[in-house]
Nanobody, 128 residues
Framework: QVHLAESGGGSVQAGGSLRLSCAAS??????????MGWFRQASGKEREGVAA???????SYIDSVKGRFTISRDNAKNTLYLQMNSLKPEDTAIYYC????????????????????WGQGTQVTVSS
């Protein structure tokens, strides 16, 4: 079965950095074939798509993290990453790794309905 496992969360001061990782397994086809994304959900807020990376390595980011976060993938290791720099208190949330639904999805979509499989989440807390 599909399994996604996030790691790398923690507590940091504003301006600090964290690197999240997501180990993927159980895919029917090659990991490199799938659209992958990072989502986050702050307490009392809706889940939002932070970043996505398509099979052709094109990326998409929510406006609030552009220039600070970088999504990448290592297809040889079946691993997804999110490098987070210049962290702000408003970045505090549970961060989830996700894989898109089967079938062709064009472009690095960050839409919730395009994703089917989710990790358990990892907490990121940024203090001021």
């Amino acid at each position: 079965q599909v399994h996604l496992a996030e790691s790398g969360g923690g507590s940091v001061q504003a301006g600090g950095s964290l690197r999240l990782s997501c180990a993927a397994s159980g895919f029917a086809y090659a990991y490199s074939d799938y659209l992958m994304g990072w989502f986050r959900q702050a307490s009392g807020k809706e889940r939002e798509g932070v970043a996505a990376i398509a099979s052709d390595a094109t990326t998409s980011y929510i406006d609030s993290v552009k220039g600070r976060f970088t999504i990448s993938r290592d297809n040889a290791k079946n691993t997804l990453y999110l490098q987070m720099n210049s962290l702000k208190p408003e970045d505090t949330a549970i961060y989830y790794c996700a894989r898109a639904r089967g079938g062709l999805i064009r472009g690095p979509s960050r839409r919730l309905p395009d994703y089917k499989f989710w990790g358990q989440g990892t907490q990121v807390t940024v203090s001021s």
